[in-house]
Protein backbone atom coordinates (compact mmCIF):
# COMPACT_ATOMS: atom_id res chain seq x y z
CA UNK A 1 0.00 0.00 0.00
CA UNK A 2 1.48 3.07 -0.93
CA UNK A 3 2.06 5.60 1.94
CA UNK A 4 -0.03 8.37 0.27
CA UNK A 5 -3.06 6.01 0.65
CA UNK A 6 -3.28 6.59 4.50
CA UNK A 7 -5.35 3.65 5.17
CA UNK A 8 -8.41 4.22 7.37
CA UNK A 9 -10.46 1.75 9.57
CA UNK A 10 -13.87 1.96 10.86
CA UNK A 11 -14.39 0.31 14.02
CA UNK A 12 -16.54 -0.68 16.53
CA UNK A 13 -16.61 -1.46 20.63
CA UNK A 14 -19.70 -3.22 21.86
CA UNK A 15 -20.70 -2.52 25.26
CA UNK A 16 -22.55 -5.66 26.41
CA UNK A 17 -24.27 -6.72 29.73
CA UNK A 18 -23.78 -10.31 29.99
CA UNK A 19 -25.51 -13.01 31.62
CA UNK A 20 -25.25 -17.05 32.55
CA UNK A 21 -27.21 -17.87 28.98
CA UNK A 22 -25.18 -18.54 26.29
CA UNK A 23 -28.04 -18.14 23.29
CA UNK A 24 -29.47 -15.01 24.55
CA UNK A 25 -25.98 -13.56 24.73
CA UNK A 26 -25.24 -14.72 21.18
CA UNK A 27 -28.03 -13.17 20.59
CA UNK A 28 -27.09 -9.84 21.26
CA UNK A 29 -24.31 -10.28 20.22
CA UNK A 30 -25.28 -11.16 16.45
CA UNK A 31 -28.23 -7.84 17.11
CA UNK A 32 -25.28 -5.15 18.27
CA UNK A 33 -22.30 -6.68 15.58
CA UNK A 34 -25.73 -6.42 13.17
CA UNK A 35 -25.97 -2.96 13.84
CA UNK A 36 -22.34 -2.08 13.81
CA UNK A 37 -21.81 -3.52 10.11
CA UNK A 38 -24.70 -1.84 9.25
CA UNK A 39 -23.47 2.09 10.37
CA UNK A 40 -20.49 1.17 8.31
CA UNK A 41 -17.69 -0.68 10.92
CA UNK A 42 -15.26 -2.78 9.23
CA UNK A 43 -14.40 -4.57 12.72
CA UNK A 44 -16.46 -5.66 15.40
CA UNK A 45 -15.12 -5.60 19.27
CA UNK A 46 -17.00 -7.99 21.53
CA UNK A 47 -16.07 -7.69 25.46
CA UNK A 48 -14.40 -10.52 27.59
CA UNK A 49 -16.54 -12.85 28.66
CA UNK A 50 -19.04 -12.13 25.84
CA UNK A 51 -20.60 -15.57 25.11
CA UNK A 52 -21.01 -16.45 29.05
CA UNK A 53 -20.86 -14.67 32.36
CA UNK A 54 -22.21 -16.38 35.13
CA UNK A 55 -20.65 -18.86 38.23
CA UNK A 56 -17.29 -19.98 37.26
CA UNK A 57 -17.58 -23.27 37.28
CA UNK A 58 -20.13 -22.68 34.15
CA UNK A 59 -16.79 -21.92 32.30
CA UNK A 60 -15.94 -25.58 32.04
CA UNK A 61 -19.09 -26.19 30.54
CA UNK A 62 -19.06 -23.96 27.74
CA UNK A 63 -14.93 -24.73 26.93
CA UNK A 64 -14.51 -25.12 23.56
CA UNK A 65 -11.79 -26.33 20.94
CA UNK A 66 -10.58 -24.21 18.70
CA UNK A 67 -11.09 -25.38 15.62
CA UNK A 68 -14.01 -27.42 16.11
CA UNK A 69 -16.35 -26.32 13.38
CA UNK A 70 -19.33 -27.45 15.63
CA UNK A 71 -18.63 -25.54 18.46
CA UNK A 72 -21.73 -23.05 19.10
CA UNK A 73 -19.67 -19.87 19.87
CA UNK A 74 -17.02 -19.83 16.89
CA UNK A 75 -19.70 -21.18 14.55
CA UNK A 76 -21.96 -18.27 15.71
CA UNK A 77 -18.88 -15.94 15.26
CA UNK A 78 -17.73 -17.34 12.32
CA UNK A 79 -21.29 -17.56 10.09
CA UNK A 80 -21.64 -13.89 11.03
CA UNK A 81 -18.75 -12.67 10.13
CA UNK A 82 -18.70 -14.18 6.47
CA UNK A 83 -22.93 -13.15 6.03
CA UNK A 84 -21.92 -9.24 7.23
CA UNK A 85 -18.07 -9.14 5.80
CA UNK A 86 -17.14 -7.95 8.83
CA UNK A 87 -14.17 -8.28 10.79
CA UNK A 88 -14.83 -9.69 14.71
CA UNK A 89 -12.83 -9.70 17.84
CA UNK A 90 -13.86 -11.95 19.87
CA UNK A 91 -12.75 -10.74 23.53
CA UNK A 92 -12.65 -13.80 26.08
CA UNK A 93 -13.96 -16.40 25.89
CA UNK A 94 -13.79 -20.34 27.77
CA UNK A 95 -11.45 -22.02 24.93
CA UNK A 96 -9.96 -26.09 26.01
CA UNK A 97 -6.64 -26.29 27.31
CA UNK A 98 -4.68 -29.25 28.50
CA UNK A 99 -6.13 -29.01 32.24
CA UNK A 100 -9.85 -29.86 32.11
CA UNK A 101 -10.52 -27.98 34.82
CA UNK A 102 -8.90 -24.62 33.70
CA UNK A 103 -9.77 -23.86 30.30
CA UNK A 104 -7.98 -20.06 28.60
CA UNK A 105 -9.40 -17.12 28.41
CA UNK A 106 -9.21 -16.36 24.78
CA UNK A 107 -9.39 -13.68 22.59
CA UNK A 108 -10.02 -14.38 18.91
CA UNK A 109 -9.51 -12.59 15.73
CA UNK A 110 -11.82 -13.34 12.51
CA UNK A 111 -11.63 -11.96 9.22
CA UNK A 112 -14.02 -10.85 6.86
CA UNK A 113 -14.78 -14.33 5.87
CA UNK A 114 -14.99 -15.92 8.84
CA UNK A 115 -11.56 -17.27 9.18
CA UNK A 116 -9.16 -17.30 12.22
CA UNK A 117 -6.26 -14.55 11.81
CA UNK A 118 -5.06 -14.94 15.39
CA UNK A 119 -5.48 -16.42 18.63
CA UNK A 120 -4.52 -14.65 21.99
CA UNK A 121 -4.61 -16.41 25.65
CA UNK A 122 -4.77 -14.07 28.74
CA UNK A 123 -1.70 -13.61 29.93
CA UNK A 124 -2.64 -11.67 33.58
CA UNK A 125 -5.09 -13.46 35.45
CA UNK A 126 -7.43 -11.68 37.91
CA UNK A 127 -5.96 -12.76 41.37
CA UNK A 128 -6.84 -9.98 43.67
CA UNK A 129 -8.01 -9.11 47.31
CA UNK A 130 -10.40 -6.05 47.25
CA UNK A 131 -11.04 -6.22 50.87
CA UNK A 132 -14.74 -5.20 51.60
CA UNK A 133 -15.65 -5.41 47.82
CA UNK A 134 -14.38 -8.91 47.56
CA UNK A 135 -11.47 -11.21 46.13
CA UNK A 136 -11.23 -13.10 42.89
CA UNK A 137 -8.69 -16.05 41.71
CA UNK A 138 -9.22 -15.98 38.02
CA UNK A 139 -5.69 -18.76 38.31
CA UNK A 140 -8.52 -21.25 39.83
CA UNK A 141 -10.24 -21.68 37.13
CA UNK A 142 -8.17 -20.27 34.08
CA UNK A 143 -4.56 -21.23 32.62
CA UNK A 144 -2.79 -18.44 31.56
CA UNK A 145 -1.42 -18.38 27.65
CA UNK A 146 2.29 -16.71 27.38
CA UNK A 147 2.51 -15.90 23.65
CA UNK A 148 2.40 -12.33 22.60
CA UNK A 149 0.36 -11.54 19.41
CA UNK A 150 0.24 -8.95 16.88
CA UNK A 151 -1.98 -9.61 13.66
CA UNK A 152 -2.79 -7.48 10.66
CA UNK A 153 -6.03 -6.45 9.49
CA UNK A 154 -7.37 -3.41 7.07
CA UNK A 155 -4.34 -2.22 6.94
CA UNK A 156 -3.35 -1.64 10.66
CA UNK A 157 -1.44 -4.30 12.97
CA UNK A 158 -3.39 -5.12 16.06
CA UNK A 159 -1.88 -6.02 19.74
CA UNK A 160 -4.13 -8.28 21.36
CA UNK A 161 -4.27 -8.23 25.57
CA UNK A 162 -7.88 -8.64 27.77
CA UNK A 163 -8.46 -6.92 30.52
CA UNK A 164 -6.25 -7.45 33.69
CA UNK A 165 -3.65 -7.45 31.49
CA UNK A 166 -3.80 -3.53 30.66
CA UNK A 167 -1.75 -2.78 34.33
CA UNK A 168 1.18 -4.47 33.02
CA UNK A 169 2.57 -1.87 30.58
CA UNK A 170 5.74 -4.44 29.60
CA UNK A 171 2.85 -6.68 27.79
CA UNK A 172 2.17 -3.56 25.02
CA UNK A 173 5.65 -2.39 25.00
CA UNK A 174 6.32 -5.50 23.84
CA UNK A 175 3.32 -5.58 21.06
CA UNK A 176 4.10 -2.53 19.85
CA UNK A 177 8.40 -3.35 19.28
CA UNK A 178 6.54 -6.21 17.09
CA UNK A 179 4.73 -3.51 15.40
CA UNK A 180 1.41 -2.98 17.00
CA UNK A 181 -0.63 0.71 15.93
CA UNK A 182 -3.45 -0.45 17.49
CA UNK A 183 -4.52 -2.01 20.91
CA UNK A 184 -7.43 -4.45 21.53
CA UNK A 185 -8.33 -4.82 25.38
CA UNK A 186 -11.37 -6.31 25.58
CA UNK A 187 -12.74 -6.34 29.10
CA UNK A 188 -14.97 -7.17 32.08
CA UNK A 189 -13.68 -3.92 34.62
CA UNK A 190 -15.35 -4.16 37.77
CA UNK A 191 -16.84 -0.86 38.78
CA UNK A 192 -15.29 -0.27 41.92
CA UNK A 193 -11.57 -0.41 39.95
CA UNK A 194 -12.96 0.51 36.85
CA UNK A 195 -14.37 4.00 38.27
CA UNK A 196 -10.83 5.12 39.28
CA UNK A 197 -8.85 3.13 37.05
CA UNK A 198 -10.22 2.79 33.36
CA UNK A 199 -10.06 5.68 31.81
CA UNK A 200 -6.57 6.39 33.48
CA UNK A 201 -5.40 3.52 32.37
CA UNK A 202 -6.40 3.15 28.63
CA UNK A 203 -5.19 6.52 28.16
CA UNK A 204 -1.96 6.00 29.38
CA UNK A 205 -1.20 2.67 27.26
CA UNK A 206 -2.52 4.90 24.66
CA UNK A 207 -0.29 7.90 24.97
CA UNK A 208 3.08 5.81 25.64
CA UNK A 209 2.35 3.35 22.77
CA UNK A 210 1.11 5.85 20.42
CA UNK A 211 -1.21 3.94 19.10
CA UNK A 212 -5.20 3.60 19.19
CA UNK A 213 -6.89 1.55 22.42
CA UNK A 214 -9.76 -0.50 21.50
CA UNK A 215 -11.46 -1.35 24.74
CA UNK A 216 -15.23 -3.02 24.13
CA UNK A 217 -16.63 -3.72 27.74
CA UNK A 218 -19.14 -5.74 29.96
CA UNK A 219 -21.07 -3.19 32.02
CA UNK A 220 -24.17 -3.31 34.68
CA UNK A 221 -25.09 -6.50 36.90
CA UNK A 222 -24.10 -10.01 36.25
CA UNK A 223 -24.35 -13.41 38.32
CA UNK A 224 -23.10 -13.20 41.19
CA UNK A 225 -23.68 -10.15 42.12
CA UNK A 226 -20.69 -9.23 40.09
CA UNK A 227 -20.75 -5.63 38.67
CA UNK A 228 -18.72 -4.25 36.00
CA UNK A 229 -17.96 -1.01 35.19
CA UNK A 230 -18.79 -0.19 31.40
CA UNK A 231 -17.60 2.72 29.48
CA UNK A 232 -16.21 0.81 26.77
CA UNK A 233 -13.74 2.96 25.16
CA UNK A 234 -11.71 4.01 21.91
CA UNK A 235 -8.95 6.17 22.06
CA UNK A 236 -6.36 7.75 19.93
CA UNK A 237 -2.58 7.69 19.74
CA UNK A 238 -2.77 11.39 21.54
CA UNK A 239 -4.62 9.48 24.41
CA UNK A 240 -7.91 11.72 23.47
CA UNK A 241 -10.96 9.41 23.85
CA UNK A 242 -12.77 9.90 20.53
CA UNK A 243 -15.84 7.39 21.48
CA UNK A 244 -17.29 6.06 24.98
CA UNK A 245 -20.38 4.11 25.47
CA UNK A 246 -23.01 5.04 28.45
CA UNK A 247 -24.66 3.91 31.06
CA UNK A 248 -26.65 1.11 28.95
CA UNK A 249 -25.63 -1.45 26.41
CA UNK A 250 -24.65 -0.80 23.05
CA UNK A 251 -22.02 0.38 20.36
CA UNK A 252 -19.78 3.02 19.64
CA UNK A 253 -17.82 4.23 16.70
CA UNK A 254 -14.83 5.77 15.31
CA UNK A 255 -11.97 5.80 12.73
CA UNK A 256 -8.22 4.55 13.15
CA UNK A 257 -6.48 6.69 10.53
CA UNK A 258 -3.27 5.80 9.99
CA UNK A 259 -1.84 10.05 8.75
CA UNK A 260 -3.10 11.03 12.06
CA UNK A 261 -1.08 8.03 14.03
CA UNK A 262 1.83 9.00 11.82
CA UNK A 263 1.56 12.33 12.50
CA UNK A 264 1.62 11.58 16.53
CA UNK A 265 4.49 9.41 16.49
CA UNK A 266 6.86 11.60 14.38
CA UNK A 267 5.63 14.80 16.43
CA UNK A 268 6.86 12.87 19.38
CA UNK A 269 9.18 10.76 18.61
CA UNK A 270 9.13 9.00 21.88
CA UNK A 271 9.45 5.58 20.89
CA UNK A 272 12.77 6.14 18.86
CA UNK A 273 13.87 8.35 21.68
CA UNK A 274 14.25 5.67 24.18
CA UNK A 275 17.05 4.28 26.08
CA UNK A 276 16.24 1.94 27.97
Known sequence: MAASEHPRLRVAALQLSSQADLAENLAKVEALVTEAAQRGAELALLPENFAYFGPEGGKREFAERLGDPEAPVQRALKQLAARLRIGILAGGFAERSGDAERPFNTSLLLTRDGEVAAVYRKIHLFDVDLRAQGSACESLTTTPGGDVV????????????????????????????????????????????????????????????????????????????????????????????????????GVVIADVERNFLDEVRSRIPSLQNRRL
Do not use: M
Open 150 to 249: VAPFGGFNLGLSICYDLRFPELYRKLVERGADVLTVPAAFTQYTGKDHWHVLLRARAIEAQSYVIAPAQWGKHPENRLTFGHALIVDPWGTVIAEASDRV
